[in-house]
């Protein structure tokens, strides 16, 4: 059972343009929520996170928004850059599971010049 | 620098053999994860340290797996008889362990191993 879902494998997007990625969930005692991105043969680097007692979180060229109703969330990169090409994994983590995370399967951005 | 370390970064073993791996977190951090990692997938959770305490497993740390934190620092990660689908990256992670939703995991670069 996939409690937290990335539905596109892949996503491509012009250079300066907007990249959205989307993720799921189906836990509801998931209340915090991340993205990290990944670099082939490397560890996951953080990104930005979101508590569920919000529904946007700012960062720069990042935005997530949460909407818990529909329990999904998304990551917004604008403008988008071509060192932005990498795997970007969705996680979440409840209260009570020692806060460890539940990915996604990840979504590869590829940002072209 | 000051995130969490793992080594060794690569490690090639033959089928049966016994390897270790270590993770140093990051300094004040008190919780340490290790997660797998395979292609086309998101890391999943195999086990957690509070402090010197392995307090979680996951079902996917079979009996040829043992994690350690003898001091509630470094951790190492030991896979015995392995085998060819142990093969993944081996990531290990910290925090501060907060109880509230700003827990913050940070991950090492990982440690590939590949049985042959």
């Known amino acids: 059972d996939q409690q937290v879902k990335q539905n596109s494998p892949s996503l491509s997007v012009q250079e300066g343009r907007i990249s959205i990625l989307n993720c799921d969930y189906t836990?509801?005692?998931?209340?915090?929520f991340l993205w990290y991105k990944k670099y082939p043969a490397e560890g996951p680097t953080f990104l930005i996170s979101?508590?569920?007692?919000?529904d946007k979180n700012e960062d720069g060229r990042f935005t997530v928004f949460l909407n818990k109703s529909a329990k999904h969330l998304s990551l917004h990169i604008v403008p988008s850059q071509p060192g932005d090409s990498a795997v970007y994994f969705c996680?979440?983590?409840?209260?009570?599971?020692?806060?460890?995370?539940?990915f996604g399967s990840g979504t590869q951005l590829t940002v072209l010049p | 620098d000051t995130g969490v370390s793992q080594n060794p970064r690569h490690k090639i073993t033959k089928r049966g053999q016994n390897v270790t791996f270590r993770c140093d977190p990051i300094?004040?951090?008190?919780?340490l994860y290790w997660y797998r990692q395979t292609l086309g997938q998101g890391p999943e959770f195999l086990t957690y340290?509070?402090?010197?305490?392995?307090?979680?497993k996951s079902r996917l740390l079979s009996d040829r797996f043992s994690a350690e934190r003898p001091k509630g620092s470094f951790s190492t990660l030991e896979i015995q008889r392995t085998e060819q689908g142990d093969s993944a990256m081996y990531l290990c992670?910290?925090?501060?362990?907060?109880?509230?939703?700003?827990?913050?995991?940070?991950f090492g670069e990982g440690s590939w191993l590949t049985v042959v």
């Open positions: 992670a910290s925090s501060l362990g907060t109880r509230g939703p700003g827990n913050t995991i940070y």
């Open positions: 340290f509070q402090n010197e305490a392995q307090l979680e």
């Open positions: 836990n509801s005692m998931f209340d915090y």
């Open positions: 979101i508590s569920s007692i919000k």
């Open positions: 300094s004040e951090h008190n919780r």
């Open positions: 996680a979440a983590s409840a209260l009570g599971s020692a806060r460890q995370l539940t």
